[in-house]
């Protein structure tokens, strides 16, 4: 009995001892091999443009796992000049260097035996990737699938997952005319799950990049403006690139000065922005036009948020004219293409400030709850030959209570800006509108019951005219300063309140037995001001063709 044990374990030592120097020569063995394939695949497959770089490359038979050590992918500049010139020159470029990369569940066998990799996970350490798109760059040659070109060298390929940790992306786009772009992430995370390259996925329509699912996240990304004024900072974002769909948990623009250093630094009149969205989720949006740095987008739905102006009237204007600065005009201008078929918002609360150096005063106007739906968003000229309307129907509360609607129809493409904007209040409370009136008017609202506002006007960059309904009772104002008459005679200001209310204003409309007057205000656009400040203007001239009497002239 005790022989027969001495020969089993004999036996069994042999044995590992066996397994274990073979396996210890084939890692050593297959090594060298991978070693030298590794970088002859990269060069083959590239046609010489690219080098593969690594250290150290541990390999474990047993457990199926390869880590290497040190990795970079470095392109060959020479190479690419050459292929510039031959217009064979890819339009991206890539550089990545990574501290490890690490394999597991590699069925080793198959790959040596068969040239097929399969492996249960892929993971990128801390890689730094760096990626140039040269829209300069021509390549005539005919194109060819990535299938086609690994099938060469690789007949099978799945990883059931990738993952890049921790990664640093620079993407930077060169224009045909030379110009750059950069946009940097740090932070972010990227998990491809069942990546499978292969005839059948190939052809598979609901796979992006091969992969079953793709997922990109990152925690932050904080942005500064190129003029310095101003963070973005965009939190918590998610994307799946199956399913084609981005999730923010909140977007922030916020000036980098206080609104007397902000004024200082811009030495001009500029509206300064404080802005937060919550909760913005886009649907329909494709990795590869992200990655050509184009935007088409289904729907896009904002849900809660904020927006304020500001802008300091004491401010000399800036030089120049501000013509060609619609949001139409602007959406045309814009390099980067752009389409959403559909804005939705809701739960924003917007502001206007402006201080007037006349008063002293900041003046104020606020929006509550606004919300509405923008749809065809575009600047893309197929689309816009099948319809060049860009429709937006918004709804807020003004100020307290007045319920506010309108509707603003830009044409797109239209070099003069031309636009349609209607709109209807309801229901306010006049007074309400003194944190605006008193600061910027110097007048202050004593009563009003605004019953309804309609009004629908056409216009463009140069003016703005249509029709506009105001009804109204209780009138009463209160003028906050000394003012002139036509002859150059001052008139004390409780005296001016009074002849204001007896003798320059409807106190209502309709009156009694008559019918309800209609304006029709046209206004001329002030080259240095904005879209909505002739949207504006054009109400107040209304506002003021309804609500002045014959004698307002020799009174105000």
Request: aromatic letters at 10%; glycine letters at 6%.
């Amino acid at each position: 009995m005790k022989k027969s044990w001495k020969i089993i374990l004999t036996v069994a030592a042999i044995l590992a001892a066996v397994v274990l120097g073979t396996g210890w020569y084939l890692s050593v063995h297959w090594k060298n091999i991978l070693d030298k394939e590794l970088r002859r695949y990269v060069s083959q497959g590239s046609d010489s443009l690219y080098t593969l770089a690594y250290g150290k490359i541990n390999l474990n038979l047993l457990t199926g796992s390869v880590s290497i050590q040190n990795v970079a992918l470095l392109p060959d500049t020479a190479v690419y000049d050459r292929l510039v010139k031959e217009q064979r020159a890819p339009q991206v470029i890539y550089n990545a260097k990574m501290n490890r990369v690490q394999v597991s569940g590699l069925k080793i066998w198959r790959y040596f035996r068969n040239k097929q990799v399969d492996a249960a996970g892929f993971t990128l350490s801390e890689p730094e990737i760096t990626v140039v798109r040269d829209l300069r760059s021509r390549d005539t040659t005919p194109r060819r699938s990535f299938y086609a070109s690994m099938n060469e060298l690789i007949h099978d390929f799945r990883i059931r997952q990738v993952n890049l940790s921790n990664t640093k992306l620079s993407y930077v786009q060169i224009g045909e005319d030379s110009s750059r772009r950069l946009t940097r992430f740090e932070n972010l995370d990227v998990r491809l799950r069942d990546l499978q390259i292969d005839s059948m996925t190939e052809k598979d329509l609901s796979r992006v990049l091969y992969a079953q699912n793709f997922d990109i996240t990152l925690q932050q990304w904080d942005y500064r403006t190129p003029d310095s004024l101003y963070w973005l900072h965009v939190n918590n974002i998610s994307y799946n690139a199956v399913e084609k769909v981005a999730e923010v948990e909140s977007v922030k623009l916020e000036p980098r000065y206080n609104r007397a250093d902000f004024d200082k630094k811009k030495g001009t009149q500029t509206d300064r922005f404080e802005l937060a969205f919550n909760h913005i989720r886009a649907e329909g949006m494709r990795l590869e036009d992200l990655l050509q740095q184009a935007i088409f987008i289904k729907s896009v739905s904002i849900d809660g948020g904020e927006l304020h102006a500001y802008r300091n009237r004491a401010m000399p204007y800036p030089p120049g004219d501000k013509y060609g600065g619609f949001p139409n005009q602007l959406l045309a201008k814009l390099k980067m293409p752009l389409t959403i078929d559909t804005l939705k918002v809701q739960g924003v609360n917007l502001s206007y400030s402006e201080f007037n150096p006349g008063s002293g005063q900041t003046g104020k106007i606020e929006f509550h709850q606004a919300g509405g739906i923008f749809t065809h968003i575009t600047n893309q000229d197929s689309l816009i030959r099948q319809n060049n309307h860009c429709i937006a129907e918004l709804h807020a509360i003004l100020m307290r209570t007045g319920k506010l609607r309108a509707r603003f129809d830009l044409t797109l493409n239209d070099p003069s800006g031309a636009f349609g904007v209607s709109g209807q209040l309801r229901d306010m409370d006049g007074r309400e509108m003194n944190p605006a009136t008193k600061p910027l008017g110097e007048v202050s609202i004593r009563s009003a019951n605004i019953r309804e506002m309609d009004f629908n006007f056409r216009g463009n960059e140069r003016s703005c005219s249509g029709t506009f309904k105001l009804l109204y009772s209780d009138l009463k104002i209160d003028f906050l300063k000394d003012m002139k008459t036509a002859k150059g005679k001052k008139r004390k200001k409780g005296l001016v309140s009074f002849l204001a209310n007896v003798m320059a204003l409807h106190n209502e409309n309709p009156t009694p037995d008559r019918p309800v007057r209609m304006a029709r205000p046209r206004f001329e656009r002030h080259p240095k001001k904005s879209f909505f400040n002739l949207i504006w203007k054009t109400i107040f001239t209304g506002i003021k063709e309804t609500v002045l009497t014959d004698a307002a002239s020799g009174l105000m």
